[in-house]
């Protein structure tokens, strides 16, 4: 059984919600892992629950910079990376892009599989421990241990199939 981000199911979306919770889920995992949520990080993260399409770190710094300040892009990529380190947030390798991580809880270390909306650019994530089970026994079988068991696979969601 999988387990699927709202982003990809046929119900109504509440974007707000799904943004604060993100937020208060990557609080308390840095309170209880007594990880630093910097201001920046939060900013960071912030900026990537604007929108469930994927975006570059450019396109992050752009939405920081629209309130008045523009941060120095190293410190974005600082921030990105411990956002990913710590899975609230996600990599499109595909896209050079990155998308916050909507599953809170259910984020885990099973295999990943991105899907990507080639028509809105939204990005919806689920996992499998199936899949995870599969992948382990594929790279197994060869001596390969793999570091990123991530999937991308382009289509249409639902809201671009239907419309």
Do not use: W
């Amino acid at each position: 059984m999988a387990n699927v981000s709202p982003i990809l199911e046929h119900r109504k979306h509440d974007h707000r919600r799904c943004a604060a919770d993100a937020i208060s889920h990557a609080r308390e995992i840095c309170d209880t892992e007594g990880l630093r949520f910097t201001e920046r990080r939060q900013e960071v993260l912030a900026a990537l629950l604007q929108s469930h399409v994927p975006a570059s770190a450019y396109d992050v710094i752009d939405r920081l910079g629209a309130s008045g300040h523009r941060p120095a892009p190293v410190s974005v990529y600082r921030a990105l990376d411990f956002l990913v380190e710590h899975r609230f947030a996600h990599r499109i390798e595909s896209r050079n892009a990155y998308v916050a991580c909507d599953r809170g809880a259910d984020c885990t270390d099973e295999a990943t599989v991105f899907l990507l909306c080639d028509k809105c650019g939204a990005a919806g994530e689920a996992s499998s421990a199936d899949l995870h089970g599969l992948i382990a026994e594929v790279t197994g079988a060869v001596g390969f241990v793999p570091t990123t068991p991530v999937i991308e696979i382009h289509g249409l969601c639902a809201n671009c199939r239907r419309g």
